[in-house]
C-alpha cells in the first residue's frame, strides 16, 4: 500500500515513499523512475498507483526529462509516459491533471494557488534551486494567473544538512549569487561543509513571495527503508537505484 506524505497544501498531493509498488531488488518497491533498467511495466504500475492515490486518473499523471534546469513545462493536456519535455517544473490550470516528479535526495516542490486554480511541481537540487528553478515555476503558474502571494508551497522529503557533505565547489556556487547564504552551510571536515537543501529552498521561496512555505523534514539519505537516496547509492559504490514520486493533482 502506498504511504505518501502530504503537507498543508489545499489541493491533493503527497509525496510517495519507496514502499508500496511492485518493483523489486534495488527498485524496491515503488520507483516511478523511467528512466533506469527496472521493468517498464513495473513503473508504469507503480505510476498508477500513485495517480490513483491521489484519485486521478494513471493515464492524467504526466511527467517530464528533469536536467538539473530551470525549464518550466505548462502542461495543458496529458502525454504519454516518458515523453515529456526536458524541464524541471510543471504548472497547470487543467482540473483532473496530476503533475508528477521524481526525486532521489533533490528537493521535490509542490505548489498550489487555490483561488486562481492553478498547481505546480518542481525538481530543485542545488543546481536548480540556486538557477532559480522555484522562481521560475512561480512565473509559469503566474502566467496562468496565479500569485505568489496567495500560493502555498510544501518541500517533501529530500537529503537533510546532517547527511550533505559537499565541497567548494558547491559551496561557492550557492555563495556567488548571494553571500548572505553562508547561513546555510554548517562548518563539516576540513575543505567540506553540511549544506542544508531543504532550507535554502524555503528561503527563496519566502524572497520571492510565497504567501506559505512548508518543509517536510525527512532525510532521504538517512532513511533507507523509506526513501531511495542517489548520495547513499554514490557512498556504497553505486548500482542502479529507483526515485520516488511526488505529485499533485487540480
Known sequence: M???LTGSLPTPHGFFTRRGG???????????????????????????RVARALLAEPTCLVGVTQVHGTAVA???????????PVADAMVTDRAGVALGIVT????PVLFSDPAAGV??????????????VLEATLDAMARLGGRAAQTHAVIGPCIGQTSYEVAADLRDAVLARDPSDARFFADGRPDRWQFDLP???????????VGTVEILAADTAALEDRFFSHRRRTLAGGGPIGHQMSAIVL
Not at 518493483?23 to 511495466?41: M, Q
Not at 532521489?104 to 528537493?107: F, P, S
Not at 518542481?122 to 532559480?132: D, I, L, N, P, Y
Open 74 to 84: 505548462i502542461v495543458a493536456e496529458p502525454w504519454r509516459p516518458g515523453e515529456g
Open 104 to 107: 532521489a535526495d533533490c528537493g
Open 22 to 48: 511492485v518493483s523489486e531488488g534495488p527498485y524496491a518497491s515503488l520507483n516511478c523512475s523511467l528512466s533506469g533498467n527496472d521493468a517498464r511495466d513495473n513503473v508504469l504500475e507503480n505510476r498508477a
Open 2 to 4: 502506498t504511504e505518501p
Open 199 to 209: 532550507g535554502y529552498c524555503a528561503a527563496r521561496l519566502r524572497a520571492a513571495g
Open 119 to 132: 498547481i505546480g511541481a518542481a525538481h530543485a537540487g542545488w543546481r536548480g534551486a540556486v538557477a532559480g
